[in-house]
C-alpha cells in the first residue's frame, strides 16, 4: 500500500495520519471543516496533544501528509470519524454513514475499508456494509473491509498509538491479515486478529468495564460520605488486597469513550444491560451531587459566585467531550449561580471561560472540576484575597489541602464525610 485516506482529522485521524506519513506513506487527511483543513496543511494543530505539533509538521513539511475536503481513490480509506450521543442516548451514526457514503465513488478492486470509529456492535455488517457494497463491490471478494478500534489515552495518544496491542476484526480471516500487514508499519505492540463484530464489542466492553468500576468508586464515596469517613482512606486499604483495585472517584465520566461506548450496549440490548444502564446513571448523577454540595457550602446568598477551575474532561487535556464539568456548571447557572471558568488547556469555550484572577474574583466557593498539574501552583495565600468567601471544594482529592486550610480556607473533598472532613 502507498496511499491512504483517512476520514476525519480530530484527536485519531491526525494522529494516524501523521504516523503513517511518517512512514513513508502518501496520506489524504479529510475532514469537512475548511479551517481544519487550513491548519493542517499549514503544519499546525488545532488540538491539543504532546507531541503532535512536531510530527504533524514532519508530515506535511515532507509532503506525505496533505488535508483535503473531499476523500480522493487511494489504496485504504480510514474512518475516524466521531460517534456521538443522541439525547436520548442512542448512537449517532450519521458521521459514520456519510464517511462511507462520500468513498463509495472512489473505492476500487482491491482496496482496503477500515473502522476506526468506535461504534455499536453489528455496526458494520449491518449498517455500514450495505452502504460500502453500493460501490458494486463485495466485501471479502472485491475489497476488504476490517475493523480496528483505537484504544489510546489522550495525553499519551502517539506513544499508545505504537506502543499499545491492537484488536484488528475482519469480514474476513484475509480482510485482517491485510489490515495488520498497514498498522504493522507502526505499531509494537500486538497485532491481534478476530472477526468484525467481535472487534466492535472488545472495544465498547473496554470502555463499560472502566466505567461500570468507576460508578462503584463513586457510588462508595457517596456512602463514605453517609458514614462520616473518608473514601480515599477506604480506597486506600481496600486496593492491599491483591485483587481489589478501586479506582478514585470524581465528578463524573466524560471523554467519548468511556461515558458513551456503555449506552451504545444499552440501546442494543436494553433487556439484558442493566448494570450497565445503572452505573452510567450513577457516573452522569454525580455531577448533580456536586452541584447540591456546592449549594450546602455557599447557603443562598442572592449573588453568589462558584470559581470553576477545568473544563476539560481529564487532567492535561483539552480535551471537553462530554466533560462532567460542563454540566457542573450548567446546573450551577440554573440554580442562579454566578460562574466563572479557568482553564490553562481550553483556548475556547463558554463565556463564562476567564483568566486565573478574574476566576477568583468575588467568588464565594472555589470548586476543583478537573485535575491539571498546574492547579497544584495556584497560591492559595494570593487567590483567598480576591474571593468574598474561603471555600474550596476538590471533587478530584487533588489539591494540598493543608497548604489551602492554612491560608483559611474551608476545605471540602468528594467522598469524606463531615467526621472526616
Known sequence: ???????????????????????????????????????????NIHIEEPGLLAIVREATSSGNLRASLTPEPADAFILAVPTPLLEDKHADMRYVCEAAKAIVPVMRPGCLVILESTSPPGTSRDLLLPILESSGLKAGK???????????????????????????????????????????????????????????????????????????ANETALLCEALGIDFSEVARLANRHPRVKLHNAGPGVGGHCISVDPWFLVERFPEHAKLIRLARERNDAMPHHVVHTVLGLIGSPADAKVAALGLAFKGNVDDCRESPALSVIELLKKEGIRVAVYDPHVKSGPPELCGLEECFQDADCAVLLTDHNEFKNINPDQVAKLMRKRVLFDTRNFLDHNNWSSAGFHVTVLGRGHAAQ
Open 1 to 43: 500500500m502507498k496511499r491512504i485516506c483517512i476520514m476525519g482529522l480530530g484527536y485519531i485521524g491526525l494522529p494516524t495520519a501523521s504516523m503513517f506519513a511518517t512512514k513513508g506513506l502518501e496520506v489524504i487527511g479529510v475532514d469537512v471543516r475548511a479551517q481544519v483543513v487550513e491548519t493542517v496543511n499549514g503544519g
Open 142 to 216: 472485491d475489497f476488504n473491509f476490517t475493523h480496528c478500534p483505537e484504544r489510546v489515552l489522550p495525553g499519551h495518544i502517539l506513544d499508545e498509538l505504537v506502543g499499545n496491542d491492537r484488536v484488528i476484526g475482519g469480514f474476513t480471516p484475509d480482510c485482517a491479515k491485510r489490515a495488520s500487514e498497514l498498522y504493522a508499519l507502526f505499531v509494537k505492540g500486538n497485532i491481534l486478529l478476530t472477526d468484525i463484530t467481535t472487534a466492535e464489542m472488545v472495544k465498547v466492553i473496554e470502555n463499560t468495564f472502566r466505567d461500570v468500576n468507576i460508578a462503584l
